[in-house]
């Protein structure tokens, strides 16, 4: 465009095609000089970049393996492979199984006792020394007469992994009608088999058109992944952009990244792996149980958003499987010794987020339940516990208006040895948790209180309801006058 100034000097104006480009260009450069200075301060060792080297920024520690490429590099975590660790079926092994034969010692050592033997993850192999594990906890027991633990748990497995060790492993043990237990780590184990790196490289099985599974192939060295899976090729500023800005909202973040569709294939990885694991001790007609470990996160309140404990209760359920929940075995624990039930597990250190030894004591009662027959499915002989209640009628999308609590709590100071289940209703929404009964209930006892919260304008009361095979047994209401009720419904 020519404009004609006053002086009949003639200037040109920019197009508009030309300030967007030049203002595309300005951006470009930018986005430019910022990877670099990342790369820079990610990649160079200098100080000031330390802030930067932090794995969780640049990409989702649930759904890539990037994530552990990057500990890898900047923790040294878990560091190079010890020598006769590594496997070409299952990636790596714990110190003290033999890599060509899979046994332990011992084996020959029984004496006429049964063998058990573990499979699982860290929470299984612990993150202790051997006597406060499992096998330490045997060894001190009366039921050492009748049983010899084989820990073959291997820290950092995932589900697929598990599934892979234990049927190479069952298939030299068959004939001493060995007691399998299968331990699942309710945080991330059902996660994990969708990486093909995880400290070190590991398979990484796909679900093919007919619903197979198959693997990548041959498992390459660490050395190879890393020639093959060069840290150089990912743009950087795009991914702070997504996990370490904070300035996307979470659900176009998730969209970007495809969560979704990465938790539906964990879920059918899930499904494959579990049914592979029971398909097989079913066919070689051995007796096996589960056992679930909480995260510290979720010992105390149950997590209704989290799909992965819910999808491995539903799945063995669905069977009339046998397993051993330990959030079960703990939250008892802590409140016949009153402690809280996050004092059983590690605050630092290796022991971090893990079982300490008192909670490896807690977890191998568990065990015994387990082997002496007990279980913790709803369609058992053991009593309801308040874990097994769940929310009812929360759509998706809505946040839970039902928390699980024990503990002291100031609120509650003197119910501290009692197990909580906090409702949390609104005027437009009921709260309800409710489970299914394998048999018929004699009696229902419990004390139901209200609590308003500082500054509530709300009704000035809660009607509280309790139905059974949908119909209504009981309604009390809960008010300023009448805070607090003894439920015994026969």
């Known amino acids: 465009m020519v404009e004609t100034m006053a002086d009949g000097v003639t200037k040109r104006r920019p197009s508009k095609w030309r300030r967007a480009l030049a203002i595309a260009l300005v951006a470009l450069v930018s986005i430019a000089l910022f990877e670099v200075a990342l790369r820079c301060a990610m990649f160079t060792g200098a100080a000031w970049g330390d802030r930067f080297r932090r794995p969780w920024l640049f990409c989702d520690v649930r759904n890539e393996a990037l994530y552990f490429q990057l500990h890898q590099l900047w923790n040294n975590e878990p560091g190079p492979m010890p020598e006769g660790f590594r496997h070409p079926s299952v990636g790596w092994l714990s110190e003290g199984i033999d890599p060509k034969t899979l046994d332990l010692p011992g084996k020959d050592e029984l004496g006429g006792r049964r063998p058990v033997l573990l499979f699982g993850d860290s929470y299984t192999k612990c993150m202790t020394d051997t006597a406060n594990c499992f096998e330490g906890w045997m060894e001190r027991s009366e039921e050492n007469a009748n049983y010899k633990i084989f820990n073959y748990g291997v820290r950092a497995y995932g589900i697929d992994q598990i599934a892979t060790l234990s049927r190479l492993v069952i298939e030299r043990w068959r004939s001493l009608n060995p007691i399998v237990v299968i331990g699942i780590y309710l945080d991330d184990d059902f996660d994990r088999a969708v990486f093909d790196f995880r400290g070190w490289p590991k398979p990484r099985f796909k679900i093919g058109e007919k619903g197979s599974l198959g693997t990548s192939g041959p498992l390459p060295t660490p050395e190879e992944y890393a020639a093959s899976h060069p840290l150089w090729r990912h743009f950087y500023a795009w991914r702070w952009l997504l996990h370490g800005s904070d300035l996307l909202p979470e659900g176009l973040r998730d969209w970007i990244t495809a969560v979704e569709a990465r938790k539906q294939e964990k879920i059918l990885l899930g499904q494959k792996m579990l049914t592979r694991i029971e398909a097989g001790l079913m066919a070689d007609g051995l007796d096996h149980f589960y056992m679930l470990y909480p995260a510290v996160t979720n010992i105390s309140d149950y997590d209704a958003d989290d799909w992965r404990e819910q999808f491995a209760l539903d799945w063995l359920d669905a069977r009339s499987l046998r397993y051993i929940h330990v959030r079960h075995d703990i939250l008892r ?26 909670g490896n004591e807690v977890a191998f009662r568990g065990l015994l339940r387990g082997l002496h027959g007990d279980s913790d499915r709803q369609s058992w002989h053991s009593p309801t516990h308040p874990t097994d209640l769940r929310e009812i009628g929360r759509r998706p999308g809505q946040p839970p208006s039902v928390r699980q609590q024990s503990g002291w709590s100031e609120r509650f100071p003197a119910v501290v040895d009692r197990e909580r289940i906090m409702l949390h209703p609104s005027p437009s929404r009921p709260s309800a948790v409710g489970c299914t009964l394998s048999r018929p209930a004699r009696r229902f006892l419990c004390k139901a209180q209200i609590v308003w919260p500082v500054g509530y304008v709300g009704p000035p009361e809660i009607e509280l309801k309790v139905m059974v095979d949908r119909k209504e047994v009981s309604r009390e209401v809960l008010n300023a006058e009448q805070k607090s009720i003894d439920l015994d419904i026969d």
């Open 333 to 358: 624990a802590a409140l016949a010794e009153g402690r809280h039930p996050i004092e059983y597990y590690g605050a630092r250190g290796v022991l971090s987020e893990h079982l300490n030894p008192d």
